[in-house]
Each structure stands twice: as structure tokens, then as C-alpha cells.
């Protein structure tokens, strides 16, 4: 078992957790205005990568400048991985290559507790991604714990690039926002990704 073998379903089964779910859960957070550079840039790319149509392009073209921006907004106090093998688990299934990891630790040679948010890139269905998304947050989850770091909150997102799903873990309590947030309102999405940042959402 691996992360990408998760359903949702199933991994509500298998860890127990009680889902709870909301529309407009992180409508109230504060927007963050893009920088001129990242509203340049996503006017170009997402057309090119909703043409080119796959997962990779999607996580290239988008996810990634949206994130990089998240760290520039924080000024570097973040780290940013993509692509990494995030084994914590390997009795329970929770080993696996993540998309998009954050870490609140600014060095960025080396993942260091805590983590903080997932996001899982997917081609065209944001449901996709759901039970892999959440997988993952319960590996951070037992990642912080190990290192012994007290976080409240886990956050997590599925996205399409041009769509954007958020959820929240905190114990077995897994919030789910049904309410997608598209690329049109990226000031929305950088709002409610720096407020996870911040532990504030």
C-alpha cells in the first residue's frame, strides 16, 4: 500500500477518522494579492497547461509558481519540496512519493519538522486526489509527532491547477471544504495557503 492507492473511503476506514464536511470552510480568510509577476505568469501558463492536459504540466506550469510565490509572500521562512519520497509509515501504507510538500522549517537541503501542507496535483478530478491528499496529511501528522513538534492542524489541497480543493486534519477530525476555488481568484488561494501557513485557518 502505498499513498496513490488510497480512496478517500478508504482511508477514512482504515484510520478512523471522522469526516466532516463544509461548504465555504476557508471562505472568510483574508485574500493575498499576487504579485504582478505570478498574475503575468498564470495568465500565460495555465491556458498552456490546460492544452497540454496532463498532471505533470498542470504541477509544473501552475502549482509550482503558486507555491513559490507562498514562499516569497513568507519571505523564505518556508521550504518547498516537490517530488520527494516521504516514507513515515511503511506498516500502515503511508509511504509514497508526495507532489507539493511545505515544511515550516526555512532550510530547504533538508525536510525538517514540521510539516505543514500537501498538495496533490491531478489531471482533471479533484476527487482523485482526496484520499492520497489525506494519507499524506496523516503521515505528517505522525512525521511532526515523531520529532516532537506540536502542531494543531495538518492542511492539505487537491488541485487541478486551475481548481483547488482544501482540507484540514486535526487528530482524527478531517475537514473537507466541498467549495473548489478556481485560478480566477489566486488571491483566494494564496490567502487560504498562508493561513495554513500560519495556522490561522
Not at 482533471?124 to 502542531?151: H, P, S, T, Y
Request: glycine share 6%; net charge neutral.
Amino acid at each position: 500500500m502505498a499513498y496513490s492507492n488510497f480512496t478517500l473511503t478508504e482511508v477514512q476506514k482504515t484510520f478512523q477518522l471522522e469526516k466532516v464536511l463544509f461548504t465555504g470552510l476557508f471562505s472568510k480568510i483574508k485574500p493575498v494579492e499576487p504579485s504582478a509577476y505570478l498574475s503575468t505568469v498564470l495568465a500565460k501558463k495555465a491556458a498552456l497547461a490546460t492544452a497540454i492536459g496532463t498532471q505533470k504540466a498542470r504541477s509544473e506550469l501552475i502549482v509550482a509558481d503558486i507555491l513559490f510565490e507562498l514562499r516569497e509572500h513568507l519571505e523564505g521562512r518556508i521550504s518547498l519540496f516537490s517530488g520527494i519520497e516521504f516514507n513515515v509509515d511503511a506498516k500502515n501504507g503511508l509511504v509514497g512519493e508526495c507532489d507539493f510538500l511545505v515544511s515550516l522549517s526555512p532550510d530547504q537541503f533538508d525536510l525538517a519538522a514540521p510539516v505543514i501542507v500537501l498538495v496533490e496535483a491531478k489531471n482533471l478530478d479533484l476527487k482523485l486526489g482526496l484520499g492520497q491528499c489525506v494519507a499524506e496529511m496523516l503521515a505528517a501528522q505522525r512525521f511532526n509527532a515523531k520529532k516532537g513538534n506540536n502542531i494543531a492542524c495538518i492542511y492539505g489541497a487537491s488541485t487541478t491547477g486551475t481548481e483547488w480543493l482544501f482540507l484540514k486534519l486535526k487528530g482524527k477530525r478531517l475537514h473537507l471544504d466541498m467549495a473548489p476555488y478556481t485560478i480566477e481568484r489566486c488571491d483566494r488561494i494564496l490567502g487560504i495557503l498562508t493561513s495554513m501557513v500560519e495556522q490561522k485557518a
